[in-house]
Protein backbone atom coordinates (compact mmCIF):
# COMPACT_ATOMS: atom_id res chain seq x y z
CA UNK A 1 0.00 0.00 0.00
CA UNK A 2 1.32 3.78 -0.40
CA UNK A 3 2.39 5.50 2.26
CA UNK A 4 3.11 9.19 3.05
CA UNK A 5 7.29 10.11 4.19
CA UNK A 6 6.58 13.23 6.13
CA UNK A 7 9.75 14.82 8.16
CA UNK A 8 8.26 17.17 10.86
CA UNK A 9 8.86 20.32 12.17
CA UNK A 10 8.12 22.85 9.11
CA UNK A 11 6.79 25.66 9.98
CA UNK A 12 3.66 26.12 7.75
CA UNK A 13 3.14 29.42 5.91
CA UNK A 14 1.46 30.96 2.69
CA UNK A 15 -1.83 29.90 1.11
CA UNK A 16 -4.09 26.92 0.46
CA UNK A 17 -7.28 27.25 -1.57
CA UNK A 18 -9.79 24.65 -0.17
CA UNK A 19 -11.85 22.50 -2.61
CA UNK A 20 -15.61 21.85 -2.38
CA UNK A 21 -16.97 20.07 0.51
CA UNK A 22 -17.10 16.25 0.51
CA UNK A 23 -20.56 16.42 2.78
CA UNK A 24 -22.09 18.07 0.39
CA UNK A 25 -21.31 16.49 -2.94
CA UNK A 26 -21.62 12.80 -1.51
CA UNK A 27 -25.34 13.64 -0.72
CA UNK A 28 -25.45 16.25 -4.40
CA UNK A 29 -24.52 13.98 -6.78
CA UNK A 30 -27.15 11.39 -5.70
CA UNK A 31 -29.70 13.68 -5.54
CA UNK A 32 -29.25 14.49 -9.09
CA UNK A 33 -31.49 11.36 -9.84
CA UNK A 34 -34.02 12.97 -8.73
CA UNK A 35 -33.90 15.67 -11.88
CA UNK A 36 -35.00 13.29 -14.34
CA UNK A 37 -33.06 15.67 -16.75
CA UNK A 38 -29.41 17.49 -16.87
CA UNK A 39 -27.59 18.87 -14.09
CA UNK A 40 -24.15 20.50 -14.10
CA UNK A 41 -22.28 20.42 -10.70
CA UNK A 42 -19.39 22.86 -10.37
CA UNK A 43 -16.59 22.97 -7.63
CA UNK A 44 -16.45 19.56 -6.61
CA UNK A 45 -13.60 17.86 -5.17
CA UNK A 46 -10.95 15.43 -6.91
CA UNK A 47 -11.39 12.57 -4.40
CA UNK A 48 -12.17 8.87 -4.14
CA UNK A 49 -15.89 9.35 -2.65
CA UNK A 50 -16.81 11.39 -5.23
CA UNK A 51 -15.68 9.44 -8.12
CA UNK A 52 -17.42 6.53 -6.33
CA UNK A 53 -20.68 8.21 -6.37
CA UNK A 54 -19.77 9.46 -9.90
CA UNK A 55 -19.35 5.31 -10.71
CA UNK A 56 -22.70 4.50 -8.73
CA UNK A 57 -24.40 6.87 -11.04
CA UNK A 58 -23.27 5.95 -14.35
CA UNK A 59 -24.30 2.00 -13.10
CA UNK A 60 -27.40 3.29 -12.79
CA UNK A 61 -27.76 4.63 -15.92
CA UNK A 62 -27.17 7.96 -15.94
CA UNK A 63 -25.03 9.49 -18.64
CA UNK A 64 -22.03 10.87 -16.45
CA UNK A 65 -19.75 13.62 -18.38
CA UNK A 66 -16.86 15.10 -16.95
CA UNK A 67 -16.15 18.60 -17.87
CA UNK A 68 -12.66 18.69 -15.67
CA UNK A 69 -11.40 17.93 -12.49
CA UNK A 70 -13.96 20.20 -10.90
CA UNK A 71 -16.60 20.06 -12.96
CA UNK A 72 -19.22 17.04 -14.03
CA UNK A 73 -22.54 16.61 -15.92
CA UNK A 74 -24.96 14.37 -14.86
CA UNK A 75 -28.11 13.29 -17.01
CA UNK A 76 -30.58 11.29 -15.14
CA UNK A 77 -33.35 10.65 -17.96
CA UNK A 78 -31.75 7.15 -18.92
CA UNK A 79 -31.73 5.75 -15.34
CA UNK A 80 -32.47 1.83 -15.89
CA UNK A 81 -32.15 -0.24 -12.72
CA UNK A 82 -32.80 1.07 -9.14
CA UNK A 83 -30.39 -1.36 -7.87
CA UNK A 84 -27.20 -0.03 -7.00
CA UNK A 85 -24.32 -2.97 -6.52
CA UNK A 86 -22.42 -4.29 -3.80
CA UNK A 87 -18.82 -3.54 -5.04
CA UNK A 88 -19.44 -0.01 -5.04
CA UNK A 89 -21.57 0.90 -1.90
CA UNK A 90 -19.09 -0.93 0.06
CA UNK A 91 -16.64 2.22 -0.77
CA UNK A 92 -18.50 4.42 0.53
CA UNK A 93 -20.70 5.27 3.55
CA UNK A 94 -22.86 8.00 1.78
CA UNK A 95 -24.25 5.09 -0.73
CA UNK A 96 -26.95 5.25 1.43
CA UNK A 97 -28.28 8.57 0.05
CA UNK A 98 -29.41 6.67 -3.11
CA UNK A 99 -31.96 4.75 -0.98
CA UNK A 100 -33.73 7.93 -0.71
CA UNK A 101 -33.44 9.58 -4.55
CA UNK A 102 -34.46 6.44 -5.99
CA UNK A 103 -37.31 5.89 -3.64
CA UNK A 104 -37.68 9.83 -4.18
CA UNK A 105 -38.54 9.39 -7.55
CA UNK A 106 -39.24 5.80 -9.07
CA UNK A 107 -40.77 4.71 -5.39
CA UNK A 108 -38.37 1.68 -5.64
CA UNK A 109 -35.06 1.06 -4.18
CA UNK A 110 -32.74 -1.32 -3.59
CA UNK A 111 -28.94 -0.51 -2.05
CA UNK A 112 -26.65 -2.48 0.12
CA UNK A 113 -26.21 -1.68 3.63
CA UNK A 114 -23.26 1.18 3.73
CA UNK A 115 -19.58 1.10 4.69
CA UNK A 116 -17.33 3.76 5.46
CA UNK A 117 -15.67 4.67 8.50
CA UNK A 118 -16.28 2.57 11.93
CA UNK A 119 -16.94 4.49 14.85
CA UNK A 120 -18.96 2.36 16.93
CA UNK A 121 -22.48 1.16 15.85
CA UNK A 122 -23.81 3.25 12.66
CA UNK A 123 -27.16 2.27 12.43
CA UNK A 124 -29.76 4.01 10.06
CA UNK A 125 -32.87 2.99 12.21
CA UNK A 126 -33.90 6.98 11.82
CA UNK A 127 -33.87 6.94 8.04
CA UNK A 128 -35.57 3.65 7.64
CA UNK A 129 -38.39 5.32 10.26
CA UNK A 130 -38.17 8.35 7.73
CA UNK A 131 -39.01 6.41 4.65
CA UNK A 132 -41.87 4.74 6.33
CA UNK A 133 -43.36 7.52 7.24
CA UNK A 134 -43.66 8.52 3.97
CA UNK A 135 -45.68 5.24 2.92
CA UNK A 136 -42.55 3.71 1.80
CA UNK A 137 -42.18 -0.09 2.71
CA UNK A 138 -38.70 -1.63 3.17
CA UNK A 139 -38.50 -5.40 3.33
CA UNK A 140 -36.36 -7.49 6.10
CA UNK A 141 -32.80 -7.37 4.82
CA UNK A 142 -31.87 -10.21 2.70
CA UNK A 143 -28.31 -10.74 1.01
CA UNK A 144 -27.21 -7.53 2.97
CA UNK A 145 -29.28 -5.17 0.28
CA UNK A 146 -32.13 -2.56 1.63
CA UNK A 147 -34.62 -3.16 -0.87
CA UNK A 148 -37.42 -0.24 -0.05
CA UNK A 149 -40.74 0.23 -2.27
CA UNK A 150 -43.45 2.34 -2.00
CA UNK A 151 -46.70 2.45 -4.24
CA UNK A 152 -47.05 6.48 -3.34
CA UNK A 153 -45.20 8.69 -0.88
CA UNK A 154 -47.12 10.83 1.24
CA UNK A 155 -45.65 13.90 2.84
CA UNK A 156 -45.81 13.56 6.79
CA UNK A 157 -44.18 14.57 9.64
CA UNK A 158 -41.10 12.59 10.91
CA UNK A 159 -39.71 13.76 14.28
CA UNK A 160 -35.58 12.64 14.58
CA UNK A 161 -34.79 10.91 17.84
CA UNK A 162 -31.41 12.42 17.92
CA UNK A 163 -30.16 14.66 15.34
CA UNK A 164 -28.60 12.50 12.11
CA UNK A 165 -27.10 14.44 8.91
CA UNK A 166 -27.84 11.33 6.94
CA UNK A 167 -31.21 10.64 7.95
CA UNK A 168 -32.00 14.28 7.60
CA UNK A 169 -30.24 14.02 3.99
CA UNK A 170 -31.79 10.63 3.45
CA UNK A 171 -35.73 12.01 4.12
CA UNK A 172 -35.15 14.78 1.88
CA UNK A 173 -34.49 13.16 -0.87
CA UNK A 174 -37.32 10.81 -0.43
CA UNK A 175 -39.82 13.73 0.07
CA UNK A 176 -39.13 16.18 -2.75
CA UNK A 177 -42.07 14.25 -5.03
CA UNK A 178 -43.90 13.34 -2.00
CA UNK A 179 -47.37 14.25 -1.63
CA UNK A 180 -48.45 17.12 0.42
CA UNK A 181 -46.24 18.31 3.09
CA UNK A 182 -43.20 16.11 4.96
CA UNK A 183 -41.88 17.93 8.24
CA UNK A 184 -38.77 16.78 9.62
CA UNK A 185 -38.34 17.95 13.03
CA UNK A 186 -34.90 17.85 15.00
CA UNK A 187 -33.33 17.79 11.27
CA UNK A 188 -29.71 18.25 11.40
CA UNK A 189 -28.14 21.94 10.65
CA UNK A 190 -25.01 21.19 8.95
CA UNK A 191 -23.43 23.82 5.98
CA UNK A 192 -23.77 20.65 4.19
CA UNK A 193 -27.63 20.34 4.78
CA UNK A 194 -28.34 24.02 3.79
CA UNK A 195 -26.33 23.14 0.71
CA UNK A 196 -28.70 19.87 -0.49
CA UNK A 197 -31.35 22.35 0.54
CA UNK A 198 -30.45 24.79 -1.78
CA UNK A 199 -29.33 22.83 -4.79
CA UNK A 200 -32.66 21.10 -4.82
CA UNK A 201 -34.57 24.22 -4.71
CA UNK A 202 -32.59 25.18 -7.85
CA UNK A 203 -34.14 21.93 -9.49
CA UNK A 204 -37.61 23.45 -8.49
CA UNK A 205 -38.39 21.90 -5.52
CA UNK A 206 -39.72 23.44 -2.13
CA UNK A 207 -37.57 23.10 1.42
CA UNK A 208 -38.44 25.38 3.54
CA UNK A 209 -35.72 25.62 7.45
CA UNK A 210 -32.92 24.14 5.77
CA UNK A 211 -30.15 25.37 8.18
CA UNK A 212 -33.10 25.55 11.58
CA UNK A 213 -34.16 22.06 13.50
CA UNK A 214 -37.24 22.05 11.37
CA UNK A 215 -37.15 21.38 7.55
CA UNK A 216 -40.55 21.30 5.43
CA UNK A 217 -40.36 19.70 2.24
CA UNK A 218 -43.61 19.78 -0.18
CA UNK A 219 -43.95 17.89 -2.82
CA UNK A 220 -43.56 19.07 -6.29
CA UNK A 221 -44.54 16.74 -9.50
CA UNK A 222 -41.35 17.62 -11.81
CA UNK A 223 -37.97 19.11 -11.45
CA UNK A 224 -35.85 20.87 -13.91
CA UNK A 225 -31.82 20.47 -13.92
CA UNK A 226 -29.54 23.20 -12.95
CA UNK A 227 -26.12 24.57 -12.61
CA UNK A 228 -24.85 24.54 -8.94
CA UNK A 229 -21.28 25.01 -7.11
CA UNK A 230 -20.82 22.88 -3.99
CA UNK A 231 -20.32 24.89 -0.89
CA UNK A 232 -16.06 24.92 0.43
CA UNK A 233 -15.04 22.42 2.46
CA UNK A 234 -15.59 23.14 6.10
CA UNK A 235 -13.81 20.25 8.19
CA UNK A 236 -10.84 20.43 4.89
CA UNK A 237 -10.41 24.25 5.61
CA UNK A 238 -10.67 23.37 9.56
CA UNK A 239 -7.62 20.68 8.96
CA UNK A 240 -5.57 22.91 7.32
CA UNK A 241 -6.00 25.78 10.33
CA UNK A 242 -5.34 23.13 12.47
CA UNK A 243 -2.15 22.27 10.64
CA UNK A 244 -1.00 26.29 10.79
CA UNK A 245 -1.56 25.72 14.75
CA UNK A 246 0.21 22.55 15.15
CA UNK A 247 3.97 23.69 13.07
CA UNK A 248 3.28 27.17 14.63
CA UNK A 249 3.04 28.97 10.88
CA UNK A 250 0.89 31.61 9.31
CA UNK A 251 -1.37 29.71 6.42
CA UNK A 252 -4.67 31.85 5.40
CA UNK A 253 -7.56 29.10 3.81
CA UNK A 254 -8.63 30.59 0.90
CA UNK A 255 -12.72 30.10 -1.06
CA UNK A 256 -14.14 29.38 2.69
CA UNK A 257 -17.51 30.31 4.43
CA UNK A 258 -16.25 31.80 7.56
CA UNK A 259 -19.55 31.09 8.89
CA UNK A 260 -19.07 27.62 8.86
CA UNK A 261 -15.69 28.00 10.56
CA UNK A 262 -16.83 29.94 13.74
CA UNK A 263 -16.35 27.03 15.77
CA UNK A 264 -13.43 26.28 14.88
CA UNK A 265 -11.59 29.58 14.54
CA UNK A 266 -13.32 30.25 18.62
CA UNK A 267 -11.47 26.83 19.99
CA UNK A 268 -8.35 27.40 18.21
CA UNK A 269 -8.52 31.38 19.55
CA UNK A 270 -8.75 30.13 23.39
CA UNK A 271 -6.12 28.41 22.74
CA UNK A 272 -4.37 31.11 21.93
CA UNK A 273 -3.58 31.05 17.79
CA UNK A 274 -4.72 34.83 16.04
CA UNK A 275 -6.85 34.56 13.18
CA UNK A 276 -7.81 36.98 10.89
CA UNK A 277 -11.29 36.42 9.08
CA UNK A 278 -12.02 37.86 5.64
CA UNK A 279 -14.51 37.77 3.60
CA UNK A 280 -13.74 34.85 1.78
CA UNK A 281 -10.61 33.59 3.46
CA UNK A 282 -9.43 33.23 7.06
CA UNK A 283 -5.50 33.62 8.46
CA UNK A 284 -4.19 31.71 11.22
CA UNK A 285 -1.04 32.34 12.99
CA UNK A 286 0.24 30.53 16.12
CA UNK A 287 2.62 31.38 18.74
CA UNK A 288 5.44 29.12 20.08
CA UNK A 289 2.72 27.76 22.94
CA UNK A 290 -0.72 27.41 22.85
CA UNK A 291 -2.36 26.93 25.70
CA UNK A 292 -4.42 23.95 26.93
CA UNK A 293 -8.90 23.95 26.46
CA UNK A 294 -11.66 21.24 27.18
CA UNK A 295 -13.44 20.44 23.71
CA UNK A 296 -17.01 19.04 23.43
CA UNK A 297 -17.95 17.81 20.03
CA UNK A 298 -21.61 18.73 19.30
CA UNK A 299 -23.91 18.40 16.16
CA UNK A 300 -23.57 22.23 14.32
CA UNK A 301 -23.57 24.82 14.92
CA UNK A 302 -21.51 22.63 17.83
CA UNK A 303 -17.82 21.80 17.53
CA UNK A 304 -17.93 19.56 14.60
CA UNK A 305 -16.69 15.69 15.74
CA UNK A 306 -15.05 15.63 11.84
CA UNK A 307 -12.41 18.03 13.52
CA UNK A 308 -12.61 16.17 17.07
CA UNK A 309 -8.94 13.93 16.18
CA UNK A 310 -6.96 17.07 14.85
CA UNK A 311 -7.83 19.07 17.82
CA UNK A 312 -6.81 15.84 19.80
CA UNK A 313 -3.20 16.24 18.13
CA UNK A 314 -3.21 20.52 19.17
CA UNK A 315 -4.24 19.34 22.49
CA UNK A 316 -1.03 16.85 23.14
CA UNK A 317 1.30 20.02 22.61
CA UNK A 318 -0.68 22.67 23.94
CA UNK A 319 0.71 23.74 28.04
CA UNK A 320 -1.58 21.48 30.58
CA UNK A 321 -4.39 18.95 30.80
CA UNK A 322 -7.36 18.80 28.59
CA UNK A 323 -10.54 16.91 27.88
CA UNK A 324 -12.14 15.80 24.81
CA UNK A 325 -16.18 15.42 25.15
CA UNK A 326 -16.85 13.56 21.69
CA UNK A 327 -20.91 13.73 22.19
CA UNK A 328 -22.02 12.75 18.70
CA UNK A 329 -20.30 8.94 18.12
CA UNK A 330 -19.86 5.91 20.50
CA UNK A 331 -16.23 5.66 19.79
CA UNK A 332 -14.12 7.84 18.25
CA UNK A 333 -10.63 7.61 19.40
CA UNK A 334 -9.18 4.73 17.38
CA UNK A 335 -6.44 7.04 16.78
CA UNK A 336 -5.00 7.87 20.03
CA UNK A 337 -3.10 4.25 19.85
CA UNK A 338 -1.57 5.47 16.90
CA UNK A 339 -0.84 8.83 18.18
CA UNK A 340 0.51 7.46 21.50
CA UNK A 341 3.66 5.87 19.26
CA UNK A 342 4.03 9.39 18.43
CA UNK A 343 4.68 10.14 22.29
CA UNK A 344 1.23 11.64 22.98
CA UNK A 345 -0.16 10.74 26.66
CA UNK A 346 -4.10 10.62 25.93
CA UNK A 347 -6.11 8.29 28.33
CA UNK A 348 -9.61 7.04 27.00
CA UNK A 349 -12.80 6.13 28.69
CA UNK A 350 -15.67 5.66 26.51
CA UNK A 351 -16.98 8.77 25.06
CA UNK A 352 -14.21 10.89 27.26
CA UNK A 353 -10.00 11.19 26.33
CA UNK A 354 -7.81 13.20 29.22
CA UNK A 355 -4.75 14.90 27.28
CA UNK A 356 -1.61 15.33 28.87
CA UNK A 357 -0.32 18.42 26.91
CA UNK A 358 3.45 19.57 26.84
CA UNK A 359 4.30 17.02 24.63
CA UNK A 360 7.07 16.95 21.74
CA UNK A 361 5.83 14.51 19.42
CA UNK A 362 8.44 12.00 17.35
CA UNK A 363 7.96 10.83 14.37
CA UNK A 364 7.20 6.79 13.89
CA UNK A 365 5.65 4.75 11.24
CA UNK A 366 1.18 4.80 11.99
CA UNK A 367 -1.65 4.19 10.26
CA UNK A 368 -4.29 6.35 8.95
CA UNK A 369 -7.66 4.04 11.24
CA UNK A 370 -10.22 6.17 9.34
CA UNK A 371 -10.55 9.51 7.10
CA UNK A 372 -10.11 12.04 10.18
CA UNK A 373 -7.82 9.95 12.03
CA UNK A 374 -5.41 9.83 9.62
CA UNK A 375 -5.83 13.37 8.84
CA UNK A 376 -4.96 14.25 12.51
CA UNK A 377 -1.75 11.24 11.88
CA UNK A 378 -0.99 14.23 8.99
CA UNK A 379 -1.12 17.11 11.67
CA UNK A 380 1.07 15.04 13.91
CA UNK A 381 3.74 13.96 11.52
CA UNK A 382 3.82 17.41 10.21
CA UNK A 383 4.60 19.01 14.17
CA UNK A 384 6.82 15.76 15.37
CA UNK A 385 10.45 15.76 15.42
CA UNK A 386 12.09 13.08 12.84
CA UNK A 387 10.23 11.00 9.90
CA UNK A 388 6.49 9.78 10.46
CA UNK A 389 5.39 7.46 7.88
CA UNK A 390 1.68 6.96 7.39
CA UNK A 391 0.09 3.81 5.80
CA UNK A 392 -3.54 3.42 4.74
CA UNK A 393 -3.71 6.99 3.20
CA UNK A 394 -6.69 5.89 1.25
CA UNK A 395 -8.64 6.91 4.06
CA UNK A 396 -7.44 10.02 4.00
CA UNK A 397 -7.49 10.30 0.03
CA UNK A 398 -11.25 9.65 0.29
CA UNK A 399 -11.96 13.18 1.79
CA UNK A 400 -8.80 15.38 1.09
CA UNK A 401 -8.27 16.28 -2.35
CA UNK A 402 -4.24 16.82 -3.84
CA UNK A 403 -3.30 16.69 0.47
CA UNK A 404 0.39 15.96 -1.11
CA UNK A 405 0.32 18.85 -3.21
CA UNK A 406 -1.05 21.31 -0.67
CA UNK A 407 0.93 20.90 2.17
CA UNK A 408 3.74 21.01 -0.08
CA UNK A 409 2.62 24.07 -1.10
CA UNK A 410 2.72 25.53 2.74
CA UNK A 411 6.45 24.22 2.95
CA UNK A 412 5.81 21.11 4.51
CA UNK A 413 7.94 18.37 3.99
CA UNK A 414 5.85 15.39 2.58
CA UNK A 415 5.76 12.49 0.09
CA UNK A 416 3.74 9.78 -1.35
CA UNK A 417 5.57 6.70 -1.80
CA UNK A 418 4.23 4.20 -3.29
CA UNK A 419 4.21 0.42 -3.08
CA UNK A 420 6.25 -0.58 -5.60
CA UNK A 421 9.00 2.34 -4.74
CA UNK A 422 9.28 1.00 -1.10
CA UNK A 423 9.96 -2.99 -2.88
CA UNK A 424 12.65 -1.44 -5.04
CA UNK A 425 14.25 0.58 -1.89
CA UNK A 426 14.26 -2.32 -0.29
CA UNK A 427 15.60 -4.74 -2.96
C1 LIG B 1 -22.31 12.33 8.72
O1 LIG B 1 -22.34 10.96 9.07
C2 LIG B 1 -20.93 12.60 8.15
N1 LIG B 1 -20.76 11.79 6.94
C3 LIG B 1 -19.86 12.25 9.18
O2 LIG B 1 -18.61 12.67 8.63
C4 LIG B 1 -20.10 13.07 10.45
O3 LIG B 1 -19.21 12.62 11.45
C5 LIG B 1 -21.54 12.90 10.94
O4 LIG B 1 -22.48 13.18 9.88
C6 LIG B 1 -21.86 13.86 12.09
O5 LIG B 1 -21.69 15.19 11.64
C7 LIG B 1 -21.29 12.27 5.78
O6 LIG B 1 -21.91 13.32 5.74
C8 LIG B 1 -21.07 11.42 4.56
P1 LIG B 1 -25.25 11.02 11.75
P2 LIG B 1 -23.77 10.27 9.43
O7 LIG B 1 -26.39 10.30 11.12
O8 LIG B 1 -24.82 10.90 8.65
C9 LIG B 1 -26.63 8.12 15.30
C10 LIG B 1 -16.46 12.49 7.81
O9 LIG B 1 -15.42 12.41 8.49
N2 LIG B 1 -27.64 7.61 14.35
O10 LIG B 1 -25.35 12.52 11.92
O11 LIG B 1 -23.58 8.80 9.36
C11 LIG B 1 -25.21 7.78 14.88
O12 LIG B 1 -24.86 6.48 15.32
C12 LIG B 1 -17.66 11.69 8.22
O13 LIG B 1 -16.62 13.24 6.84
C13 LIG B 1 -28.53 6.63 14.76
O14 LIG B 1 -28.50 6.18 15.89
O15 LIG B 1 -23.90 10.69 10.97
C14 LIG B 1 -24.41 8.87 15.55
O16 LIG B 1 -24.19 8.51 16.91
C15 LIG B 1 -17.32 10.69 9.31
N3 LIG B 1 -29.46 6.18 13.88
C16 LIG B 1 -25.35 10.08 15.50
O17 LIG B 1 -26.66 9.56 15.29
C17 LIG B 1 -29.54 6.67 12.59
O18 LIG B 1 -30.43 6.22 11.83
C18 LIG B 1 -25.05 11.06 14.38
O19 LIG B 1 -24.95 10.34 13.17
C19 LIG B 1 -28.62 7.66 12.19
C20 LIG B 1 -27.68 8.12 13.09
Known amino acids: MDKYIIRGENRLHGTVDISGAKNAVVAILPATVLAGDVCRIENIPNIADVNTALEILAELGCGVRRIDRHTVEIDSTTIVTQTVSHDLAKKMRASYYFIGALLGRFGRARVPMPGGCYFGVRPIDQHLKGFAC ?3 TVSPMKDGMIDAHADKMVGSSVYLDMVSVGATVNIMLAAVYAEGLTVIENAAKEPHIVD ?3 FLNSMGADIRGAGTDVIKIRGVSRLYGTTYSIIPDQIEAGTYMAAAVATHGDVTVRNVIPKHLESITAKLQEMGATIEEFDEEIRVSCPDKTRHCNVKTMPHPGFPTDMQPQIAVLL ?6 SIINEGVWENRFRYVDELRRMGAEIQVD ?13 GAPVKAMDLRAGAAMVLAALAAKGVTEIEEIQFIERGYEDLVEKLRGLGADIRRVTEEELVIKQA
Open 134 to 136: LGA
Open 196 to 198: LAN
Open 316 to 321: TMAEGT
Open 350 to 362: GKLAVVQGDSQLT
